[in-house]
């Protein structure tokens, strides 16, 4: 049997799926509503990308006060969880619930992993994460802040005691940061703590179609993790076009204010409704909870939003039973959510 010839933890690994369910109002994967064209990006095609991608990280170097040789691009962040976990290795530690490709690529990999409960405000759970920190002696610890899907932020003071108590690496996440009202990236401790890495991506305030994000920290750890990456990971145009947009900061920072006021406005709105639980964000979505005793099932739900021509994503396993995360639209969008879920809802109590 060829299937024989699969690798044993490849067979036992779920593959992360996207759900394709075609709705023209999608709240499903966090991206921004706004977008920017690309088409006035003219590069020829028969030369490949600059592998070093040195104008970008020049201009972002700039961008984030720190130097270019402390920067490492890759296509997307996920791409660089890959590149550290086969750098670095295992074991990992990561918290849960969190970003699921933490765990899909160490498995992938065949890295040691191992998860850590979130307490119930979804924030770290000191005693067991020192614990595990103790007992594993983990090289990896990825921290996503804001957290996907729970939307808070971890309290700062418990991250500063996980990076000055381990040993190993701790990945800053910050996917999300531009949308965090606090304002408070861990870019600036970077000179304080050698084993802090940031990153970031691109693919959250309007420019994923370009597969940007990137490494931040120590140029001994960024240089050992860019020997694993492939040479032209990043393409000809995602450069040309990451600079070009980003430059025009009034736009990108015009789509992530109207992103944070929806957000708020969204927030107060499912507050109200019957039988849910919103829980407050600091990033582009929000994550809220069917009470368990209402007559409308979470299957239910996700059907008849469809129906309305709406795909949020659903969520699963242990705290995120019964669990949304809807990505914050245009206002219209989001108005055209509260209206079905009112609608549903007050169906379902009939
Ligand atoms: C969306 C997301 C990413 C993935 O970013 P890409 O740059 O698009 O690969 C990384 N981390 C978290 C927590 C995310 O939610």
Redesign the pocket.
């Known amino acids: 049997m060829i299937e024989d010839l699969i690798k044993p933890n490849i067979k036992a690994l779920k593959a992360y799926t996207i759900e394709a369910t075609p709705c023209s109002i999608r709240l499903d994967a966090?991206e921004s509503p706004y977008g920017f064209p690309l088409g006035q990006f003219r590069l020829p095609t028969n030369r490949y990308p600059d592998p070093d991608a040195r104008s970008l990280r020049r201009f972002l170097a700039e961008k984030w006060g720190v130097e270019p040789e402390c920067i490492l691009h890759?296509?997307?962040?996920?791409?660089l969880?890959y590149y550290l976990l086969t750098a670095i290795g295992g074991p990992a530690l990561i918290p849960a619930p969190?970003?699921s490709?933490y765990r899909i690529i160490a498995e992938s990999l065949g890295e040691k992993n191992f998860m850590v409960a979130l307490d119930e405000q979804f924030d770290l759970d000191m005693e067991p994460m020192l614990a595990a920190i103790k007992q594993n002696n983990p090289k990896l610890i990825f921290l996503?802040r804001p957290?996907?899907p729970t939307g808070n932020s971890f309290t700062y003071g418990k991250v500063i005691e996980i990076i000055e108590k381990t040993g190993g690496l701790v990945i800053l996440?910050e996917?999300?940061q531009p949308f965090s009202t606090r304002g408070d990236s861990f870019v600036d401790l970077l000179p304080r703590y050698r084993n802090l890495l940031v990153?970031r991506?691109?693919?959250?305030i309007g420019l994923?179609a370009l597969?940007?994000?990137f490494l931040i920290g120590d140029k001994a750890i960024i240089e050992a993790v860019n020997k694993v990456r492939l040479p032209y990971n990043v393409n000809s145009l995602s450069q040309a076009a990451a600079i070009g947009i980003l430059e025009d900061e009034k736009s990108i920072e015009k789509g992530i204010n109207s992103v944070i006021d929806e957000r708020d406005n969204l927030f107060a709105e499912l507050s109200e409704l019957d039988g849910i639980k919103a829980y407050s964000s600091n990033a582009n979505f929000i994550l809220f909870k069917l009470n368990i005793n209402s007559p409308l099932t979470a299957d239910a739900l996700h059907k008849k939003l469809i129906e309305d021509d709406i795909l949020i994503k659903k969520l699963v396993g242990g705290p995120l039973d019964n669990c949304f995360r809807v990505t914050v639209g245009t206002p219209k969008e989001n108005a055209a959510f509260i209206s079905s879920m009112k609608k549903i809802i007050e169906e379902t109590n009939k």
Do not use: P, Q
């Not at 991506?201 to 959250?204: A, C, D, E, Q």
């Open positions: 966090n890759g296509n997307g962040s996920d791409e969880i969190t970003f490709m996503s957290n996907n996440d996917a999300y990153m991506t691109l693919s959250k994923a597969r940007l994000g």
